[in-house]
T-cell receptor, first 110, second 118 residues
C-alpha cells in the first residue's frame, strides 16, 4: 500500500491560514487523496478528498501537486475548533480500506 | 438520518467475559469497518465488510469476530476479553458499489465505544 508522510505536529494562530503538508511519493494512478480529522474524544470526520485536481469545499481546500507526489490541506482561517489530528490517507479504487497513520496534530493558539 | 450509530458507548468487562458491539448505519452503504484506537495512536483496522454477508480481516483481527447479516448492521464480537483489548472502538461506513470500492467515497464514523477490560 502506498504510504503517506506528515509532520507530527503543527501550530497556528487563530484566524490565520494553515497549510498541512502530506508526502505520498509512491502514489499510484488510481489512488485518491483523502483527508480526515479527529477532534478530541470524537471519531474521525471526513474533510476533503481529490484525485488530480485541486478541490474546495466548505471546510477546506486541497491542493495536489502536478506529479501527485504531495498534497496540502489548506484551512483558510483557523479557529480553535480546528485543533485536531489531521490524517492524510490514500485510498485506491479497489476494495482497499483506509489505513490511518499517526497524522499531524494541529494546535491553534488564540 | 442518524448516520452511523454505535452501541454501547461505554463498557467495562472482566478478563474472559464476552460481548458484542453493534454498529448501525442508515445510509445504505455497502462497506463497513471496525477500527480500534489505543491512547495516543492512530486507528487500526480490525475487520471490514464489502457487502451484506461478507467479512474480511484487517490489520489486527486476532481475538475478534464479526458478522454482517444485514446490510445496515455490522457486529464486532469479543469471545474472551483480554486487558490488551482495552481501547476505543470506532465503526465506519462508506459508499460505493459492491465490488467496486470506495476510493472516491468518504467514510462516515460513529462516535465510538470505550471498552475497558480489567
Amino acid at each position: 500500500d502506498a504510504k503517506t508522510t506528515q509532520p507530527n505536529s503543527m501550530e497556528s494562530n487563530e484566524e490565520e491560514p494553515v497549510h498541512l503538508p502530506c508526502n505520498h511519493s509512491t502514489i499510484s494512478g488510481t489512488d485518491y487523496i483523502h483527508w480526515y480529522r479527529q477532534l478530541p474524544s470524537q471519531g474521525p470526520e471526513y474533510v476533503i478528498h481529490g484525485l488530480t485536481s485541486n478541490v474546495n469545499n466548505r471546510m477546506a481546500s486541497l491542493a495536489i501537486a502536478e506529479d501527485r507526489k504531495s498534497s496540502t490541506l489548506i484551512l483558510h482561517r483557523a479557529t480553535l475548533r480546528d485543533a485536531a489530528v489531521y490524517y492524510c490517507i490514500l485510498s485506491s479504487s479497489g476494495n482497499t480500506p483506509l489505513v490511518f497513520g499517526k497524522g499531524t496534530r494541529l494546535s491553534v493558539i488564540a | 438520518n442518524a448516520g452511523v450509530t454505535q452501541t454501547p458507548k461505554f463498557r467495562v468487562l472482566k478478563t474472559g467475559q464476552s460481548m458484542t458491539l453493534l454498529c448501525a448505519q442508515d445510509m445504505n452503504h455497502e462497506y463497513m469497518y471496525w477500527y480500534r484506537q489505543d491512547p495516543g495512536m492512530g486507528l487500526r483496522l480490525i475487520h471490514y465488510s464489502v457487502g451484506e454477508g461478507t467479512t474480511a480481516k484487517g490489520e489486527v483481527p486476532d481475538g475478534y469476530n464479526v458478522s454482517r447479516l444485514k446490510k445496515q448492521n455490522f457486529l464486532l464480537g469479543l469471545e474472551s476479553a483480554a486487558p490488551s483489548q482495552t481501547s476505543v472502538y470506532f465503526c465506519a461506513s462508506q459508499g460505493g458499489r459492491a465490488g467496486l470500492a470506495g476510493g472516491g467515497y468518504e467514510q462516515y464514523f460513529g462516535p465510538g465505544t470505550r471498552l475497558t477490560v480489567t
